[in-house]
């Protein structure tokens, strides 16, 4: 059995849980229909979202283009497309959880200050 504790949670649309397991952390979701939605993020992909994103703010879908050339270089889960972008937003909730990032609602999107 995998041991995770929980570092977090992020209020978006949904709300999301953020736990920390031994190879990295998990993302978690629930539905308005209460279907549970979870995935996995290793931790050397966390850091190198970190490194490539730096101090700056962020909006997931210019986050995902930034990412996309190491996601397809590191062989992340996802390299291209909506899934990619749906990975990158758990990727910066992961953040927010963490302390490394802050966001706001700007109308129907988010911005999301990434720091040191």
Known sequence: MTEASEIGRVQLRNEYKVDRVPSGFVVSSVDKKGQIFSQL?????VDSCISVLGEREWKVDEATFELAGVAEEEG?????????KFFVQGLLVILVAL?????EKVGRAFIYRVHA
């Open 41 to 45: 993020f290793q931790e050397c992909v």
């Open 99 to 103: 302390g490394r990032a802050d966001y």
């Open 76 to 84: 992340w889960p996802f390299s291209y497309g909506y899934k990619l």
